[in-house]
C-alpha cells in the first residue's frame, strides 16, 4: 500500500531543493559559470531534484504494478547471471 506520508516527504525535499535553486538565480550567467561550487551546487541539487521525483514515480509505478512485470524480470536476468558465474 502507497504511503502518502513517505511522498509528501519526497515532496517537500523536491521543494526544498527547488528554492536552492531558484536562489542561485541571483548570479548573472558569467558569475554563475565563474565559480565552481555555485554550479556545482546546481548541479547537485538538480540531482537530488531528479532522484526525489523518480523515487515518486517508482513508488506510485509499484502500487499501481506499472514495475512489477519490469523487476521480476530483472530480478530473474540477474539471478541467471550469479547461477552462470557460480557454474563457470
Not at 523515487?55 to 506499472?66: H, T
Amino acid at each position: 500500500m502507497l504511503n502518502p506520508e513517505i511522498i509528501r516527504r519526497r515532496l517537500q525535499k523536491v521543494d526544498e531543493y527547488l528554492n536552492v535553486l531558484d536562489g542561485l538565480r541571483r548570479y548573472s550567467l558569467d558569475d554563475f559559470l565563474a565559480d565552481p561550487e555555485r554550479y556545482g551546487s546546481a548541479e547537485r541539487f538538480l540531482q537530488l531534484t531528479i532522484e526525489a521525483l523518480l523515487a515518486v514515480l517508482f513508488l506510485i509505478g509499484v502500487e499501481i504494478e506499472i514495475y512489477s512485470v519490469y523487476i521480476s524480470d530483472v530480478l530473474e536476468v540477474h539471478h541467471e547471471k550469479a547461477l552462470n558465474h557460480y557454474r563457470s
